[in-house]
């Protein structure tokens, strides 16, 4: 399982946020520092977990 | 020709002179009895809100008020006091970090908490890559004011109560958003286990970036220990990412080293004024722009669902609007009961929802139970 997975918006249309392990709700916004650094994560070459 | 506006007695009147000073106030708080030009320049000295550090007297602490052991990758950033947190990497040092009471005469005058940070695991060689900091992040919407990065630059100073075992130099530093900026700042502690306080003025940096959005507009650090890689010579502004004098002392050097600080003010000017004691709420509020804790008491409920329709739907309105859309998440032992929502944020306003199914929060013991983060 990955650190950080996707969440859907409401409609199910598209990705609202991650969430951190199981815990943290972080939202696509640039200005997050949690975002901040899932951004970070992602250029080290991590994958996200998909949402279900 | 003056105008007398006569009491019964000579010390009851109110003099409008020529000039246009009033004379004859002999009570009030004023030194000279006269308010004029003088008056008004010691008065305009001294402006409200004129402390661009947040949680200066660290009395607010949201997230905790109880010792947190912390180490390089356990327990860094924003544990205890609100505004303020422990960054590090390298060293094996480690220490607990704690909001704590000041009630003795000795102690700085006005102030009755402070922050400690109390070595437990000392670290007594420092090797290159080894630093740790207390610091806050000024938020650039409020750094903009002292016009960095232009000619037109303005001088600040900042001021601190600071209480340490052990003596010798130690660093202030100024760094900008990117970290391609920096100022470092000497200051000594002359006498162990003593507040001395301290004053340090710094003239604006005319050069480089610095961010006046929601974004980091000044990083500010006080240095505890740091290696060649990431100090430089004090006095003077240059491009780089440094944070730390060359001469810093290691304060980890000895498990029975504490560090206290308290009454942090940073303003525009060449001089420290007195330090502006605001009211609690205020500063509570100051606080909540990036954090917002919210508390249960043990063994009950809230936050119960509604249904429109199908979906359950809850929402929660901050008490501040937030510096950036926030993270959220459960604290301690809170869980929900009947489901887990998705949380969905704005800067104002937090709204949980599932499909189907009802859901409350709960929490067995009485403390921190859920927590929004705007943090920088």
């Given at each position: 399982m990955a650190d950080y997975k996707f969440y859907k918006n409401i409609l199910g249309t598209a990705n609202a946020g991650v969430v951190y392990k199981s815990k943290k709700y972080i939202p696509l916004d640039p200005d997050?520092?949690?975002?901040?650094?899932y951004l970070e994560w992602v250029d080290a070459g991590n994958?996200?977990?998909a949402a279900d | 020709m003056g105008i007398t506006i006569n009491g019964s007695s000579a010390a009851g009147n109110i003099d409008l002179g020529t000039n246009g000073t009033i004379t004859d106030l002999a009570v009030g708080g004023l030194p000279d009895g006269v308010v004029d030009a003088g008056t008004l320049t010691a008065a305009?000295?001294?402006?409200?809100?004129?402390?661009?550090?947040?949680?200066?007297?660290?009395?607010?602490?949201?997230?905790?008020?109880?010792?947190?052991?912390t180490s390089s990758g356990s327990n860094e950033g924003y544990q205890t006091v609100d505004r303020w947190q422990m960054d590090m990497d390298g060293t094996t040092a480690a220490f607990t970090q704690q909001q704590v009471d000041l009630t003795a005469a000795t102690d700085p005058d006005g102030f009755y908490k402070a922050f400690k940070i109390d070595c437990t695991t000392a670290d007594t060689s420092?090797?290159?890559?080894?630093?740790?900091s207390l610091v806050q992040n000024v938020e650039g919407l409020?750094?903009?004011?002292?016009?960095?990065?232009?000619s037109d630059a303005k001088t600040i100073t900042v001021s601190f109560w600071v209480k340490s075992t052990k003596t010798g130099t130690y660093s202030f530093s100024i760094r900008n958003s990117a970290a391609d900026r920096y100022y470092v700042a000497e200051y000594t502690v002359s006498s162990s286990d003593t507040w001395e306080k301290k004053t340090i003025t710094i003239a604006g940096d005319t050069s480089g970036t610095w961010?006046?959005?929601?974004?980091?507009?000044?990083?500010?650090?006080?240095?505890?220990?740091?290696?060649?890689?990431?100090?430089a010579s004090a006095g003077s502004w240059a491009a780089g990412n440094k944070f730390g004098s060359t001469n810093q002392v290691n304060f980890f050097d000895n498990t029975s080293n504490n560090f206290l600080i308290t009454g942090v003010q940073l303003e525009v000017g060449s001089a420290a004024t007195e330090f502006e004691h605001k009211p609690y709420g205020q500063v509570l509020a100051e606080c909540q722009r990036y954090y917002e804790a919210i508390h249960m008491n043990a063994g009950t409920a809230m936050w119960y669902s509604w249904a429109h329709g199908t979906p359950q739907k809850m929402e929660y309105h901050y008490k501040v609007t937030k510096r950036a859309v926030p993270s959220s998440q459960l604290e301690g032992n809170a869980s929900w009961t009947g489901t887990t929502p998705l949380s969905f944020h704005t800067t104002n306003v937090a709204g949980f929802h599932h499909a189907n199914t009802g859901y409350y929060l709960s929490d067995a013991s009485g403390d921190l139970c859920y927590s929004f983060s705007a943090e920088l």
């Open positions: 997050n520092t949690d975002y901040q650094e994958t996200t977990e | 305009m000295a001294k402006p409200s809100f004129r402390n661009l550090i947040i949680n200066g007297e660290f009395n607010v602490a949201q997230r905790s008020t109880a010792a947190v052991t420092v090797a290159a890559g080894d630093w740790a409020d750094w903009a004011q002292l016009n960095y990065g232009r961010l006046i959005t929601n974004g980091i507009g000044a990083r500010l650090g006080w240095s505890l220990i740091i290696g060649s890689t990431d100090s």
